[in-house]
């Protein structure tokens, strides 16, 4: 999954919670929504980011600032139908010359199959340099519940870090 480093990490804490949420039954009533699984996460920690330390040539850190949090819906049973995701991310690259700062938003889904699979829709817009958008699509992922491991992933649009020209356009805004 080179140049996806940003979705495997959300991917790996979005699907320990989502678990943890679909494992409990519910009382038989109906319930409306329930807000909560709130995330902050602070810009305390900085990462290098191997991805793009190896396409600009020089060394590339990430840190990661903002919020998650999750929606649970039900059925008329008290089962849990389906979960949506909200995360609210500012992601900052720094060079040793230059940062660059950027949104992830967006809204993703969280659908437990009765396979014992999940499927992970998700949404936004993840880059922007400049004002002018370089990565932005819809991504769909399939994680066997059963093995915690991806089984299959689908990205439309200029979705990563990764997409043709992104990379170069990090690099560039970098040096």
């Not at 080179?2 to 009382?27: C, D, E, N, V």
């Not at 969280?110 to 004002?131: P, Q």
Request: charged share 20%; hydrophobic share 40%; aromatic share 8%.
């Amino acid at each position: 999954m080179k140049g996806k480093t940003m979705i495997p990490r959300i991917a790996a804490a979005s699907i320990l919670a989502i678990s943890t949420a679909l494992a409990f039954s519910l009382p038989s009533s109906a319930a409306p929504p329930e807000r909560g699984g709130k995330q902050v996460f602070d810009a305390d920690v900085e990462v290098v980011d191997e991805f793009l330390t190896e396409a600009c040539g020089f060394t590339v850190t990430a840190r990661i600032a903002g919020h998650y949090f999750e929606t649970v819906f039900f059925d008329k049973d008290g089962s849990v139908t389906r979960v949506t995701a909200h995360p609210s991310f500012r992601s900052t690259l720094t060079s040793p010359t230059a940062t660059i700062t950027t949104a992830d938003v967006g809204l993703d889904r969280f659908v437990e199959n009765e396979d014992g699979t999940l499927s992970i829709f998700g949404t936004g817009i993840h880059l922007k340099i400049n004002g002018d958008t370089k990565a932005i699509g819809l991504w769909r992922l399939e994680v066997d519940l059963r093995i915690g491991e991806l089984i299959s992933e689908e990205y439309h649009g200029q979705f990563d870090v990764g997409a043709e020209g992104t990379a170069d356009a990090i690099c560039e805004a970098l040096s």
